[in-house]
Protein backbone atom coordinates (compact mmCIF):
# COMPACT_ATOMS: atom_id res chain seq x y z
CA UNK A 1 0.00 0.00 0.00
CA UNK A 2 0.93 3.28 -0.67
CA UNK A 3 1.88 5.72 1.67
CA UNK A 4 -0.65 8.85 2.09
CA UNK A 5 1.11 12.39 2.79
CA UNK A 6 -1.35 15.22 3.11
CA UNK A 7 -0.03 19.03 2.79
CA UNK A 8 -1.87 21.63 4.27
CA UNK A 9 -1.60 25.24 2.64
CA UNK A 10 -2.85 28.36 1.23
CA UNK A 11 -5.29 27.56 -1.95
CA UNK A 12 -5.41 29.64 -5.30
CA UNK A 13 -7.72 32.81 -5.54
CA UNK A 14 -9.66 33.80 -2.20
CA UNK A 15 -9.49 31.65 0.35
CA UNK A 16 -7.67 28.87 2.15
CA UNK A 17 -7.90 25.08 0.63
CA UNK A 18 -5.99 21.75 1.88
CA UNK A 19 -4.06 19.39 -0.67
CA UNK A 20 -3.95 15.65 -0.43
CA UNK A 21 -1.81 13.62 -2.56
CA UNK A 22 -1.26 10.05 -2.39
CA UNK A 23 3.01 9.17 -2.83
CA UNK A 24 4.31 5.90 -3.14
CA UNK A 25 7.95 6.33 -1.24
CA UNK A 26 9.29 3.31 -2.15
CA UNK A 27 9.35 4.98 -5.88
CA UNK A 28 10.06 7.97 -5.05
CA UNK A 29 13.11 7.47 -3.01
CA UNK A 30 13.98 5.09 -6.13
CA UNK A 31 13.86 7.90 -8.37
CA UNK A 32 15.47 10.15 -6.68
CA UNK A 33 18.34 8.05 -5.88
CA UNK A 34 18.91 6.19 -9.05
CA UNK A 35 18.38 10.22 -10.89
CA UNK A 36 21.66 9.27 -12.61
CA UNK A 37 20.80 6.49 -13.82
CA UNK A 38 17.66 7.33 -14.97
CA UNK A 39 19.30 10.29 -16.65
CA UNK A 40 21.33 8.36 -18.82
CA UNK A 41 18.66 5.43 -19.65
CA UNK A 42 16.62 7.92 -21.42
CA UNK A 43 19.42 10.15 -22.79
CA UNK A 44 19.87 6.68 -24.54
CA UNK A 45 16.56 6.22 -25.57
CA UNK A 46 15.58 9.88 -27.15
CA UNK A 47 18.63 9.94 -28.84
CA UNK A 48 17.62 6.36 -30.44
CA UNK A 49 14.47 7.86 -31.25
CA UNK A 50 15.13 11.87 -32.48
CA UNK A 51 15.76 12.32 -36.04
CA UNK A 52 18.86 13.91 -35.55
CA UNK A 53 20.64 15.94 -38.36
CA UNK A 54 23.50 14.73 -40.64
CA UNK A 55 26.49 16.90 -40.99
CA UNK A 56 28.98 14.98 -42.81
CA UNK A 57 29.08 16.31 -46.51
CA UNK A 58 30.47 13.00 -47.59
CA UNK A 59 34.09 14.13 -48.48
CA UNK A 60 36.98 14.34 -46.50
CA UNK A 61 37.53 12.44 -42.85
CA UNK A 62 34.18 11.82 -41.13
CA UNK A 63 33.55 13.87 -37.96
CA UNK A 64 32.75 12.79 -34.51
CA UNK A 65 29.21 11.24 -34.84
CA UNK A 66 26.54 13.88 -33.47
CA UNK A 67 25.33 11.11 -30.73
CA UNK A 68 28.61 11.31 -29.10
CA UNK A 69 29.16 15.06 -28.91
CA UNK A 70 25.44 15.21 -27.86
CA UNK A 71 26.19 12.80 -25.26
CA UNK A 72 29.34 14.66 -23.69
CA UNK A 73 27.56 17.67 -24.02
CA UNK A 74 24.50 17.11 -22.05
CA UNK A 75 27.22 14.76 -19.22
CA UNK A 76 29.31 18.75 -18.97
CA UNK A 77 26.09 20.43 -18.20
CA UNK A 78 24.82 18.14 -15.83
CA UNK A 79 28.03 17.50 -14.05
CA UNK A 80 28.71 21.47 -14.50
CA UNK A 81 31.83 21.08 -15.14
CA UNK A 82 35.25 21.88 -17.81
CA UNK A 83 35.37 20.36 -20.94
CA UNK A 84 38.52 18.50 -20.23
CA UNK A 85 36.91 17.40 -16.50
CA UNK A 86 33.92 16.29 -18.92
CA UNK A 87 36.37 13.98 -21.23
CA UNK A 88 38.05 12.22 -18.23
CA UNK A 89 34.32 11.37 -17.07
CA UNK A 90 33.31 9.92 -20.18
CA UNK A 91 36.57 7.93 -20.85
CA UNK A 92 35.45 6.09 -17.70
CA UNK A 93 31.78 5.12 -19.12
CA UNK A 94 32.35 5.24 -23.26
CA UNK A 95 31.65 1.02 -23.27
CA UNK A 96 28.17 1.60 -21.39
CA UNK A 97 27.34 5.05 -23.54
CA UNK A 98 28.43 3.43 -26.62
CA UNK A 99 31.24 5.61 -27.45
CA UNK A 100 33.88 4.43 -29.52
CA UNK A 101 36.57 6.65 -28.73
CA UNK A 102 36.08 10.33 -27.04
CA UNK A 103 36.51 13.26 -28.76
CA UNK A 104 38.89 15.98 -27.78
CA UNK A 105 37.73 19.17 -25.67
CA UNK A 106 38.15 21.24 -28.29
CA UNK A 107 36.05 19.31 -30.60
CA UNK A 108 33.31 19.54 -27.73
CA UNK A 109 33.56 23.37 -27.31
CA UNK A 110 33.26 23.54 -31.13
CA UNK A 111 30.69 22.16 -31.11
CA UNK A 112 29.07 23.77 -28.46
CA UNK A 113 29.56 26.82 -30.48
CA UNK A 114 27.37 25.07 -33.63
CA UNK A 115 24.08 25.43 -35.18
CA UNK A 116 23.36 22.35 -36.09
CA UNK A 117 24.23 21.26 -32.31
CA UNK A 118 20.97 23.46 -31.32
CA UNK A 119 19.26 21.73 -34.01
CA UNK A 120 20.13 18.20 -32.78
CA UNK A 121 19.33 19.32 -29.06
CA UNK A 122 15.50 20.67 -30.21
CA UNK A 123 15.07 17.53 -31.66
CA UNK A 124 15.75 15.37 -28.62
CA UNK A 125 13.29 17.76 -26.80
CA UNK A 126 10.48 17.01 -28.93
CA UNK A 127 11.39 13.50 -28.18
CA UNK A 128 11.32 13.38 -24.40
CA UNK A 129 7.40 14.94 -24.85
CA UNK A 130 6.15 12.68 -26.85
CA UNK A 131 5.03 10.43 -24.26
CA UNK A 132 2.97 13.57 -23.05
CA UNK A 133 0.82 14.08 -26.10
CA UNK A 134 -2.58 13.19 -24.88
CA UNK A 135 -1.94 14.32 -21.82
CA UNK A 136 -0.89 17.87 -21.77
CA UNK A 137 -3.54 20.31 -22.13
CA UNK A 138 -2.68 23.56 -19.96
CA UNK A 139 0.46 25.43 -20.97
CA UNK A 140 2.31 28.53 -19.33
CA UNK A 141 4.97 30.17 -20.23
CA UNK A 142 7.77 32.61 -18.60
CA UNK A 143 11.26 33.49 -18.67
CA UNK A 144 14.01 34.33 -16.34
CA UNK A 145 17.93 34.84 -16.56
CA UNK A 146 21.18 33.18 -16.27
CA UNK A 147 24.93 35.10 -15.54
CA UNK A 148 27.38 35.27 -17.53
CA UNK A 149 31.02 35.99 -17.88
CA UNK A 150 30.44 38.52 -20.30
CA UNK A 151 30.46 42.10 -19.45
CA UNK A 152 29.33 45.23 -21.75
CA UNK A 153 30.77 48.93 -21.70
CA UNK A 154 27.88 51.85 -21.62
CA UNK A 155 28.27 55.71 -20.87
CA UNK A 156 26.69 58.21 -18.45
CA UNK A 157 26.24 61.97 -18.68
CA UNK A 158 26.34 63.29 -15.53
CA UNK A 159 25.62 67.05 -15.51
CA UNK A 160 26.74 69.05 -12.03
CA UNK A 161 25.14 72.35 -11.25
CA UNK A 162 26.24 74.57 -7.90
CA UNK A 163 26.33 71.19 -5.92
CA UNK A 164 22.94 69.41 -7.49
CA UNK A 165 24.42 66.44 -9.17
CA UNK A 166 21.20 64.94 -11.78
CA UNK A 167 22.64 61.73 -13.49
CA UNK A 168 20.93 60.46 -16.96
CA UNK A 169 21.95 57.40 -18.74
CA UNK A 170 22.56 56.85 -22.47
CA UNK A 171 23.33 55.10 -24.57
CA UNK A 172 24.84 57.02 -26.79
CA UNK A 173 28.03 59.41 -26.48
CA UNK A 174 27.27 63.36 -26.53
CA UNK A 175 23.69 63.57 -25.48
CA UNK A 176 23.66 65.98 -23.07
CA UNK A 177 26.67 67.69 -23.10
CA UNK A 178 27.26 71.27 -23.97
CA UNK A 179 23.33 72.04 -23.09
CA UNK A 180 22.38 73.91 -20.09
CA UNK A 181 22.53 77.78 -18.94
CA UNK A 182 25.75 79.22 -16.95
CA UNK A 183 27.72 77.55 -13.93
CA UNK A 184 27.03 73.92 -15.72
CA UNK A 185 29.21 71.54 -16.87
CA UNK A 186 29.17 68.39 -18.69
CA UNK A 187 30.85 65.01 -17.62
CA UNK A 188 30.58 61.38 -19.75
CA UNK A 189 31.13 57.97 -17.48
CA UNK A 190 33.08 54.80 -18.70
CA UNK A 191 30.74 52.37 -16.80
CA UNK A 192 30.23 48.44 -17.22
CA UNK A 193 27.51 45.94 -16.73
CA UNK A 194 27.13 42.20 -17.06
CA UNK A 195 25.76 40.87 -19.56
CA UNK A 196 23.29 38.00 -19.18
CA UNK A 197 20.74 35.59 -21.13
CA UNK A 198 17.34 34.71 -21.14
CA UNK A 199 15.97 31.42 -21.19
CA UNK A 200 11.93 31.68 -22.35
CA UNK A 201 10.18 28.31 -21.64
CA UNK A 202 6.32 26.93 -22.04
CA UNK A 203 5.71 24.00 -20.02
CA UNK A 204 2.72 21.68 -19.36
CA UNK A 205 1.12 22.32 -15.99
CA UNK A 206 0.57 18.08 -15.52
CA UNK A 207 3.82 16.93 -16.05
CA UNK A 208 5.98 20.28 -15.46
CA UNK A 209 7.71 18.82 -18.59
CA UNK A 210 9.38 21.74 -20.60
CA UNK A 211 7.22 21.22 -24.13
CA UNK A 212 8.71 24.16 -26.09
CA UNK A 213 11.98 26.41 -25.24
CA UNK A 214 14.03 29.05 -27.04
CA UNK A 215 16.82 31.35 -25.71
CA UNK A 216 17.85 35.51 -26.06
CA UNK A 217 20.07 37.51 -25.02
CA UNK A 218 18.91 39.13 -21.80
CA UNK A 219 17.31 42.40 -23.30
CA UNK A 220 15.45 40.67 -25.32
CA UNK A 221 11.24 41.17 -24.15
CA UNK A 222 9.29 38.10 -23.40
CA UNK A 223 6.55 38.91 -25.91
CA UNK A 224 8.33 38.37 -28.96
CA UNK A 225 9.04 34.76 -28.29
CA UNK A 226 5.46 33.77 -27.22
CA UNK A 227 4.14 33.15 -31.37
CA UNK A 228 7.28 30.82 -31.26
CA UNK A 229 6.66 29.07 -28.09
CA UNK A 230 2.89 28.60 -28.86
CA UNK A 231 3.69 27.26 -32.28
CA UNK A 232 5.96 24.88 -31.43
CA UNK A 233 3.59 23.48 -28.76
CA UNK A 234 0.96 23.14 -31.43
CA UNK A 235 2.60 20.99 -33.16
CA UNK A 236 2.53 17.97 -30.97
CA UNK A 237 -0.06 19.06 -28.38
CA UNK A 238 -4.13 19.93 -28.35
CA UNK A 239 -3.82 23.42 -26.73
CA UNK A 240 -6.70 24.27 -24.43
CA UNK A 241 -5.63 26.80 -22.34
CA UNK A 242 -2.65 29.48 -22.50
CA UNK A 243 -1.46 30.74 -19.18
CA UNK A 244 1.14 33.82 -18.99
CA UNK A 245 1.97 37.28 -16.66
CA UNK A 246 1.36 40.58 -17.79
CA UNK A 247 4.66 40.73 -20.26
CA UNK A 248 2.62 38.58 -22.79
CA UNK A 249 -0.55 41.00 -22.44
CA UNK A 250 -1.81 42.13 -25.98
CA UNK A 251 -4.71 41.19 -28.65
CA UNK A 252 -2.32 39.61 -30.68
CA UNK A 253 -1.52 37.30 -28.37
CA UNK A 254 -4.89 36.39 -27.40
CA UNK A 255 -6.31 36.07 -31.30
CA UNK A 256 -2.83 33.62 -31.82
CA UNK A 257 -4.05 30.91 -29.20
CA UNK A 258 -7.85 31.63 -29.97
CA UNK A 259 -6.91 30.47 -33.11
CA UNK A 260 -5.56 27.27 -32.30
CA UNK A 261 -9.30 26.90 -30.19
CA UNK A 262 -7.16 27.72 -26.68
CA UNK A 263 -8.36 30.39 -24.10
CA UNK A 264 -6.28 32.70 -22.54
CA UNK A 265 -5.48 33.25 -19.27
CA UNK A 266 -2.74 36.58 -19.14
CA UNK A 267 -2.15 38.80 -16.10
CA UNK A 268 -3.72 42.27 -17.73
CA UNK A 269 -1.67 45.03 -17.00
CA UNK A 270 -3.50 48.21 -15.06
CA UNK A 271 -3.19 50.49 -17.98
CA UNK A 272 -5.46 48.12 -20.31
CA UNK A 273 -8.99 48.62 -21.66
CA UNK A 274 -11.41 45.77 -22.82
CA UNK A 275 -12.14 47.42 -25.88
CA UNK A 276 -12.01 44.01 -28.64
CA UNK A 277 -10.23 46.03 -31.80
CA UNK A 278 -11.14 43.01 -33.57
CA UNK A 279 -9.74 40.67 -30.74
CA UNK A 280 -12.93 38.64 -29.27
CA UNK A 281 -11.19 36.28 -26.85
CA UNK A 282 -9.34 39.72 -25.25
CA UNK A 283 -12.80 41.07 -24.50
CA UNK A 284 -13.75 37.52 -23.00
CA UNK A 285 -10.42 37.34 -20.75
CA UNK A 286 -10.76 41.21 -19.73
CA UNK A 287 -14.37 40.35 -18.48
CA UNK A 288 -13.56 37.25 -16.91
CA UNK A 289 -11.03 38.69 -14.96
CA UNK A 290 -13.11 41.76 -13.62
CA UNK A 291 -16.50 40.28 -12.77
CA UNK A 292 -14.98 36.81 -11.67
CA UNK A 293 -11.21 37.58 -10.48
CA UNK A 294 -11.64 34.14 -8.09
CA UNK A 295 -12.45 32.24 -11.14
CA UNK A 296 -9.74 33.97 -13.50
CA UNK A 297 -7.14 33.01 -10.96
CA UNK A 298 -8.05 29.70 -10.68
CA UNK A 299 -7.01 28.77 -14.10
CA UNK A 300 -3.97 31.58 -14.08
CA UNK A 301 -2.43 30.52 -11.33
CA UNK A 302 -1.54 27.00 -12.62
CA UNK A 303 1.12 29.02 -14.00
CA UNK A 304 3.50 29.29 -10.67
CA UNK A 305 4.37 25.47 -11.62
CA UNK A 306 6.38 27.54 -14.30
CA UNK A 307 8.14 29.22 -11.54
CA UNK A 308 9.04 25.92 -9.95
CA UNK A 309 10.58 24.28 -13.27
CA UNK A 310 12.79 27.70 -13.18
CA UNK A 311 13.86 26.93 -9.35
CA UNK A 312 14.53 23.15 -10.53
CA UNK A 313 16.70 23.87 -13.32
CA UNK A 314 18.80 26.66 -11.84
CA UNK A 315 19.33 24.31 -8.32
CA UNK A 316 20.04 21.17 -10.13
CA UNK A 317 22.49 22.67 -13.23
CA UNK A 318 23.03 26.19 -12.24
CA UNK A 319 21.84 29.66 -12.72
CA UNK A 320 24.93 30.77 -14.66
CA UNK A 321 26.75 29.48 -18.23
CA UNK A 322 30.14 29.04 -18.39
CA UNK A 323 30.45 30.06 -21.99
CA UNK A 324 31.91 32.73 -23.04
CA UNK A 325 30.91 33.00 -26.97
CA UNK A 326 27.30 34.43 -26.89
CA UNK A 327 25.83 31.25 -29.18
CA UNK A 328 27.68 28.68 -26.72
CA UNK A 329 25.68 30.41 -23.86
CA UNK A 330 22.63 30.01 -25.92
CA UNK A 331 23.03 26.38 -26.40
CA UNK A 332 24.17 25.53 -22.95
CA UNK A 333 20.89 27.13 -22.07
CA UNK A 334 19.29 24.38 -23.99
CA UNK A 335 21.17 21.62 -22.93
CA UNK A 336 20.28 22.79 -19.20
CA UNK A 337 16.40 22.37 -20.15
CA UNK A 338 17.21 18.80 -22.12
CA UNK A 339 18.78 17.56 -18.66
CA UNK A 340 16.14 18.71 -16.80
CA UNK A 341 13.38 17.02 -19.25
CA UNK A 342 15.70 13.58 -18.94
CA UNK A 343 15.70 13.80 -15.51
CA UNK A 344 11.73 14.19 -14.73
CA UNK A 345 10.72 12.38 -17.78
CA UNK A 346 12.33 9.49 -15.76
CA UNK A 347 11.26 10.58 -12.67
CA UNK A 348 7.29 10.17 -13.92
CA UNK A 349 8.15 7.30 -15.50
CA UNK A 350 9.19 5.67 -12.08
CA UNK A 351 6.77 7.49 -9.46
CA UNK A 352 3.64 6.64 -11.67
CA UNK A 353 2.09 5.07 -15.01
CA UNK A 354 2.54 7.87 -17.27
CA UNK A 355 4.52 6.44 -20.12
CA UNK A 356 5.10 2.90 -20.84
CA UNK A 357 6.36 3.11 -24.84
CA UNK A 358 9.86 2.50 -26.37
CA UNK A 359 11.46 6.05 -24.31
CA UNK A 360 10.15 4.77 -21.17
CA UNK A 361 10.66 1.41 -20.63
CA UNK A 362 14.80 1.58 -20.37
CA UNK A 363 14.48 3.97 -17.47
CA UNK A 364 11.84 1.56 -15.79
CA UNK A 365 14.68 -0.72 -15.95
CA UNK A 366 17.55 1.24 -14.72
CA UNK A 367 14.98 2.11 -11.63
CA UNK A 368 15.29 -1.69 -10.85
Known amino acids: MPNKATSTGTGTGKGTGTRTRTRDWGRYDSAKIRRKQLFIAVLLSALDLAD ?4 YKGRGRPPVSLRTIIICLAYKTYYKTSYRDTIAEIEHQKDRLGIPSVPCYNTLRKYMNSKITATAVSALLRATILPLCSLEKVFGSDSTGFRTNTRSEYYTVSIRTRGRRVVEERQGQGQGQGQGGKGKRSLLEKRERREFVKLHLAVGTVSQM ?7 IGRRHDSTQLPGLVV ?9 EWLGDAAYASRKACNLIAGLGGRAYIWPRTSLTRKSKGSSEWRRM ?4 ELDREEFSRHYHQRSKVESVFSVIKRYFGDYVLSRSLDAQLNELLFKVLDYNLCRLGYLVVTSTLATDSLAQPALAASG
Request: with cysteine; net charge negative.
Open 52 to 55: LPTH
Open 210 to 216: VCAATTT
Open 232 to 240: EVARIFSVH
Open 286 to 289: LELF
